[in-house]
């Protein structure tokens, strides 16, 4: 029998430890999402046959179900699903296994063969990037970026700076301001959630592991954004926010965080579009060098 738990801060230097060594390069894998989003999903994890399991719970009006993500490790897999199979039973339902890139579908494929029908799920595809890239904005691809920037450099002085716990009182003004510009009827819940998880993320910076920065205009934020490692060479941008009276503020904020990332992480992972058709042509317009599918696997009874 599995034994879980909660998500906590304290467990980041457990679960790392799988997540930091693994091939997978999608952003549920980042400890600071699992972490602030915790509240929405009760998010859980155990450790077992050397393998990192994460289980949370999906569903509205009360009717939640317990679902899965691809385990992390070097192990017995068919053993592994048996037991993920177990435990959905004991909580009523078939195993389902979400956010599944096509090199885990392949290992689930290969450990139980015929057994999962996959469900392509486009609108969660994560959007990755050479860090170079975003970091240098090199090619006619990249010519309109360039243009914005230069626009912006034009019209303001600025100044970038790390994002410190001082700063978070800031930051914070000014995703209330984005918040209520942004916020409609259809989305008011998304949206609140989003400002849940991030409250969360900016007032445990440090302990999440978190680096970011922020664009200063004659003394006020204008745009802010912070990630964090996803494993040893993905870096995930989790959060971009800024005020979009500034023209092309998000390009800047975009390039200048990217060339702060360490060398070290030869991807970075911006995440969904969540099938909003404006995010999606924004994260477009840089050019993905993967565009990450994901399946949500369904194992057949």
Known sequence: MLSFKPIEITDKEIITSYTFRSHYLNCDYSFANMCSWSFLY????????NYLIIRFFVGENGDYRRVYM???????????????????????????????TPDAKNELENAAPGQFKFVHEKDFSDYIYLRTDLAELKGKKYQSKRNHINKFKSLYDYEYIPITPDLVPRCLELESLWFRANRTDNDADDLQHEKRSMVYALNHYDELGLSGGAIVVGGEIIAFTYGSPINNKAF???????????????????????????????????????????????????????????YTALKKS
């Open 42 to 49: 009760k998010s859980e994890y155990a450790v077992a046959d």
């Open 70 to 100: 691809q385990s992390v490790g070097e192990g017995d897999l068919p053993r592994l699903i048996s037991l993920l199979e177990n435990d959905a039973s004991d909580g009523g339902f078939p195993l389902w296994i979400l956010g599944v």
């Open 236 to 294: 995930g941008v989790h959060v971009e926010k800024a005020d979009v009276n500034f023209e092309g503020i998000f390009s800047l904020i975009n390039q200048e965080f990217a060339k702060r990332i360490p060398e070290r992480y030869i991807f970075v992972n911006r995440e969904e579009d969540l099938g909003i058709a404006g995010l999606r042509q924004a994260k477009q317009s840089y050019h993905p060098t993967i565009l990450l599918e994901k």
